[in-house]
């Protein structure tokens, strides 16, 4: 048993565990999780959240995306660059190259090669990656999750990070849940977001670097000679 099991096991679950009894080891493991989930505060887990990205001017991470809906399952994996204020750079490498850019006033999404590049004002933006670009803003988690509360009945990924759910402030009409999953410093490694239609789509951040040089060109696009420019709304694909 490991040892956060062993410290959260009551005396009476542990009887139950050492004589064998008829309750399922897995109804303990719940139990534990359960406790472990009350001893935390949604309140000040979001300020510690909170106080972690308003410290932070830049974040250098690398990203999976996952989508699941209509019978099928899509991975995508690349760079992504933030930069206070509300600027984002999502460069997907695999499995194509394209690009997603929020200078803080205008997105913007190009596919290499093709001949257009959407556009949109990002206040009219409609798109699931649109809420990251307040991590390195001045606003709250509680302010943009509506009903942010803590999630003991999802699993994290990581061992002793903790799960909160809410809603996206103005996607109230496409999304029916977002899961963050918070490390113990505050960082998010994990987003869900879960949508009315069932589809579902996950962002993973790996190797994540704070306070990096990020030049301000790197949230500057211009599109390249004889490509159309579009206006769009929604940009994933």
């Excluded at 099991?5 to 005396?11: A, N, S």
């Excluded at 309750?23 to 001893?39: E, G, H, W, Y």
């Excluded at 997105?107 to 933006?125: D, I, M, S």
């Excluded at 302010?143 to 996206?168: H, N, Y």
Aim: glycine share 8%; net charge neutral; proline share 6%.
């Amino acid at each position: 048993m490991s040892s956060n099991l062993r410290d959260c096991v009551t005396p009476v679950q542990h009887r139950y565990l050492r004589f064998g009894s008829k309750v399922p080891f897995i109804l303990c493991v719940l139990l534990c999780r359960v406790q472990l989930f009350a001893q935390v505060d949604v309140h000040a887990l979001a300020a510690k959240v909170d106080q972690r990205y308003d410290h932070m001017h830049t974040l250098q991470a690398q990203f999976m995306e996952t989508y699941t809906g209509a019978g099928m399952t899509r991975t995508e994996s690349g760079r992504l660059l933030l930069k206070k204020p509300g600027r984002m750079r999502w460069d997907y490498d695999q499995p194509r190259p394209k690009l997603f850019l929020a200078d803080g006033l205008t997105a913007w999404f190009y596919v290499p090669g093709e001949h257009q590049a959407r556009r949109t004002p990002v206040k009219q933006l409609d798109d699931l990656r649109s809420p990251l670009r307040y991590l390195l803003g001045k606003t709250k988690l509680e302010k943009e999750l509506e009903g942010l509360s803590l999630a003991p009945d999802q699993k994290p990924a990581v061992a002793g990070d903790v799960m909160l759910r809410g809603v996206p402030k103005g996607m109230q009409d496409r999304v029916a849940e977002t899961l963050l999953e918070i490390a113990p410093d505050g960082l998010i490694g994990r987003i869900v977001v879960k949508e009315l239609d069932g589809s579902v789509t996950e962002f993973r951040f790996l190797q994540q670097k704070e306070n990096v040089e990020i030049p301000d060109a790197q949230f500057h696009f211009v599109p390249a000679p004889g490509v159309e420019v579009v206006a769009g709304t929604e940009f994933m694909e």
